[in-house]
DNA sequence: CTATGTTCATTGGTATCGCCAACGTTAGTC
DNA sequence: GACTAACGTTGGCGATACCAATGAACATAG
């Protein structure tokens, strides 16, 4: 009999009774299924629209902070400048944004985003907002809001000080 | 110095008022900045006493279920069975598990957690222990059982049928 | 005006992780 | 004895986060 269990579903989903008890308590472990979740959700959603993650991240520094030269985008959009090159390219042929050398700066290049842009924009953030939307589905608008306060507390303090295993309890 | 922020630090951290609106409001991200950084925690610490994640949760699942085979293993440590061949490796080296071909199946193996193993496993269970006392600092008991019940909801709730932008609201 | 050091965009590379495909071996099945 | 399936193992793919080095342009000191 062999009581063999199908595989071929993935990783990322709890087993349930089938996963021990110490995996189970490790908040880490929640956290990332549940990150590797959402990310492919929204990372699904916007391959859908051909787009990905830095995308939208981009446009909307762009969009909220106005036009920026690559290496302060890089540091508001929270992309290595070294990936930033890809993305703009992208979002250079899609005709969303326009890379212009700045006369000031010869080394600089100066970023804008373009009308369509501000479009492109709008669809991913309504793209993204389903995905938000079944995400949180299971939850009341109260929950929605406990849990990103939550993890916002959490995030804030791992920002901090490094883990020490000394220090502290 | 035109005002620069130092750059230097690493792109998972916030940086709250240089962070778009659009992006802040993304569960998905932040559910994903807050597992990196737990992950980078237990990945740290577990690096520290030489171990990585999957050394305590194949010795996990081996405490609570008993000797298996390598595949049976796979299924319950949620490992691929490809990756579990180094993981078993690098335990069998520190002497934690001990595989032993079955006489009964030649094909198969089976996997035995040592003595060893076992106080290896307590060894990396109180280094998480520690982690998660770091990650959950801020909250209270009330607050971490909340956050706990909150992410495995969202979590069952994804692991279920696969998002389709046209379905549902 | 040369020399030095810094900033910019860009190229290339590393490490890790989740994941899949294919192989040789061994078991069950007709 | 031929087929099919499961086992452990090898090797690789693709994405992501990250770092190092380069060449061009700028700034400043002597």
Redesign the interface.
């Known amino acids: 009999m062999l009581g063999a269990?199908e595989?071929g579903d993935e990783?990322?989903?709890?087993?349930g009774a089938?996963?021990?008890?110490?995996?189970k308590?490790?908040?880490?472990r929640?956290?990332?299924?549940?990150?590797?979740?959402?990310?492919r959700?929204?990372s699904?959603?916007l391959r859908?629209v051909g787009a990905h993650k830095d995308h939208?991240?981009v446009l909307?520094?762009l969009?909220?902070?106005g036009p920026a030269s690559q290496?302060a985008l890089a540091?508001?959009?929270?992309?290595?400048k070294s990936d930033l090159v890809a993305v703009l390219n992208e979002l250079a042929d899609g005709g969303w944004i326009r890379r212009t050398p700045d006369p000031a700066d010869k080394r600089r290049n100066v970023i804008t985003i373009t009308d369509s842009g501000v479009r492109r924009?709008a669809e991913l953030?309504q793209?993204?907002a389903?995905?938000?939307?079944?995400?949180?589905?299971?939850?009341t608008r109260e929950?929605r809001d406990?849990?990103?306060a939550?993890?916002?507390?959490?995030?804030?303090?791992?920002?901090g000080p490094r883990?020490r295993?000394e220090s502290?309890?």
Do not use: K
Not at 30 to 39: K, M, S
């Open positions: 269990m595989e990783l990322r989903f709890d087993r089938e996963t021990p008890e110490r995996i308590a490790q908040l880490s929640l956290v990332g299924l549940t990150a590797a979740q959402t990310a959700a929204s699904d959603a859908a939208f991240v909307a520094a969009a909220e902070f290496s540091g508001r959009a929270r992309v290595y924009l953030d793209v993204l389903g995905v938000n939307a079944h995400i949180t589905a299971p939850l929950e406990q849990l990103f939550l993890l916002n507390r959490v995030n804030t303090h791992l920002a883990f295993p502290g309890a």
